[in-house]
């Protein structure tokens, strides 16, 4: 399908009614989720939606106007509201931030699938999570059993008043498992994989990766043990994370301050400010030597891997945090420039009715060397934690307390009994560079966060941090159930 | 769309379908917001659409399509992919039969016209007052002014047949100064009642009295809680009324209802048609939704149900259902926490040593069963010595049960509308003695 037409209008409309700069992004949406439930399945539903988001850039203030609308005159309109609404707040400015692009492209590109997930008959997956999900039932102590897929397509048609065109088709993927054990007074949950489930760029290719069935069984015998296991202990332990905490720390304490409109205040009365402020770029020592950050947005597999991003930027590979010094920023045309850079292509807008904004896409720890067994070989005590339960960090982004589904006690070297209600706090800076191994490739995944949440109206946010296990020194374990 | 057109698309649609039962729900909303940072707007944005969802039912078999393509053709497809994945779907012997509804009247207030007809200009205006009150003090601010419209229309082959239409608007200002920042917002169906100005000010002078905070312990404190803060912290309790919690274990109540589980001067009711938050007064299966006392005096008395939970329980339908078949189970989504009978400062004159919080920040769970959350204060939080208020202090993080807070609590006595993006409630501020916090920061 082409929207030319369309966009040549809107693009025409807004212009004509003074727009310095405009474009316009189509978006044909299917979203498809299947989630089996305690044996029936309690969601089967087909969404399509299809739009239009139109910005208008008018004496250096932006405005954004999105509709379903495609008429003539729904586009007419559209175009026209947007102009309308960037001269508002052109009216009332004190400077000027907004810019046009500099670069134009014309483009196509579709993520790589193995398998459209479309091919695969709906009573095949149907089955697959009612079998994976009867497998979690282990005991009548599992009091809730969830075994979900996603599945998304994203067809998008970008233009511009400086000639881009771009088209891409975006196909992501997830599934997951999770048993809620009741008893002894307690709840615990466990969930794979890791604690969301497999989400990634790709096909049915990527489902199969998540082998459901294979692990249900575990997984829910573990969230029965949790319930009689000891207590985790609270005091300054060396601790090891599996690898989509690692992720899921890189996302809180990385991915969210290295956000450049963060940095500048545009999320201030919500998401927060950063520590990270420009004055500390080449100069702070975020982390330890061995931790590398780097945005990658062609990675394959890369849940926010795209051709290009949502103001027609091609993707790019750059550095955030290298040798653990802090080297770079998440950026839009508009925050790159107040700082004298170019975007590195990470705006996203959840979808066509929703504006772009700066997100983090795939932000990668990069691997260590050492095997993942390896990294408990000079722990004389310590705690191995897996799977994120709770996750806080201040409007700073400095003083964070995550909580993980279960643990292990490490006693000189070995992994010992296992342990519930694992809790670790800290500050930022000092907790990566308390980072002294990363394990291998080998154990390396493109953990995708498909739910992050950014921006007013909120927006849900797909990305990724791809890690592997890594190890902490003298880490504050225990607050969240010490009070 | 008005409401006559959702309804005669959703019975166009419904005549599409040869399903054994089939419910058509329409959605319409037209929402604008202006953003602001560092006095001046930089995100500026609206949209539009409308949405037709079909739940199809086959035997006892379910399937769902959801567009926003509204011609005949893709409405018949529609149709067409819900009956089709419904046939495919395994049978939930549980599966009730869809409800016939019933006569349920939108409360006075819950739609303005002039909040659904708010122009760009009038939003910026109401974003200058602000600017220039942050200009006089050397201040930046941060924030949104908010109007939007909203309609929902559902009719289903039992003869459910239900319409609403709300309007609402928001301001949300965090005021920063040198060393410190202050925060204050403010909600209504009617535009015409915000005062974005007094809201500015309001926030400039708790970034002001915070100035040149002081760190202070972290331990067991006195604390007094302002309606934005205790919100937040009350809304990670909301799902512990739903009737699917309560069942399966995870809630607080799961032990049963009549028995004493908080302080006894705390009621907390569910109420769609409150005056500071007028609501729809059905639920998105189109069953008229029940005004419920929850907690009476620290007793728990009512759970929230939908149609299948309502069924599976033997229980009556309260009309809390999210749109059906759905993994989240009925909602309790417009609750109201009794008041107490003192002012605030009263509170505050009360208390030897303590600390006044405006506002928490990235709540999380910690531990389901006791309710217990973590979180970090932020935009304004003042130390009490001696019944007054003294200065700012830094930063803390807390861990603290819910439940345990709400044993040992004294209510102000006027209630306040306050929201984040996934709740909006009406709640008192609170006094609550030894909340637990566990560590401190350096702003």
New interface residues.
Partial sequence: MSFEGPAARALDTAVSRGADYADIRFENVRSERI?A?NG????????????Y?VRALVDG?????????LSDAGIDRAAS?AV??????A?????R?GHAPAKTYTDRFATPVKRDPHDVP??ER?RLL?DAEKALHVSPKV??G?A?MDLWTTDKYFYSTIGSKIEQRLSQTGSGIEA?A?GE???Q?RTFPGDIGLYKAGGWEIIEQAQLAANAQRIGEEAVALLSAPQCPSGTFDIILGGSQVSLQIHESCGHPAELDRV???????S?VSFLEIEQLGRLKYGSDIVTIVIDNTLPEGLATVGYDDEGTKSTVSDIIRNGMLVGYEMSNDTARAIGRESNACVRAQSW???P?IRMCNLNLLPGDVPFENLFDDVKDGIYMESNR???????R??F?F?CEMAWEIKNGKRGRMLK?P?Y?GMTPQFWNSCDAIADQDSWVAWGTPNC?K????QTGRTAQCASPARFRNVLVG????? | MDSAERETLARKVLAFSDADQTEVLVWSANSALTRFTHNMVHQNVADADVSVRVRAIVGKRTGVAITNVLDDAALKDLASRAIEMARLAPEDPELPDLSAGGEAAAPEGAYVEQTAAAAPEARAQMCDAIFKTAEAHDYWCAGYVTTSSHGVTIVNSSGARASFDGTDSGVNVKMTADDSTGFAEGYDADVTRLDAHAIGARSAEKAKASARPRSVDPGEWTVILEPAAFGELFAYLAGHFSAQNFDEGSSFLSDGLDKLYLGENVTISDDYAHPLNPGMPFDYEGYPTKRLTLVEGGVAKNVVTDNYWAHKLNRENTGHGLPAPNAYGPQASHLVVAPGSKPLAQLIAETPRGLLITRFWYIRPVDQKKAVVTGMTRDGTFLIENGEITGGVRNMRFNQSIIEALKRCEFANALHRTGGYSYSLIVPAVKIDGFAFSSGTEF
């Fill in positions: 989630e439930r029936v399945v309690a969601t089967l539903s087909d969404t399509s939606s299809r739009g988001g203030a932006w405005g954004f106007a999105a509709s379903s609308d509201r309308a609404i960037a001269r508002a707040g009216a009332i400015a004190r400077n931030m709906l009573g149907v009612l009091s809730v969830r979900w809620m009741v007074g307690d709840v949950t500048m205040g545009w999320e201030a009365n919500f927060g009715e929703f504006v904004m709770s996750w806080s960090i201040d409007d700073h400095l003083n307390q909580g209600n809790t706090s949440g921006g007013e109206p909120i607050a969240g159930y010490r009070g």
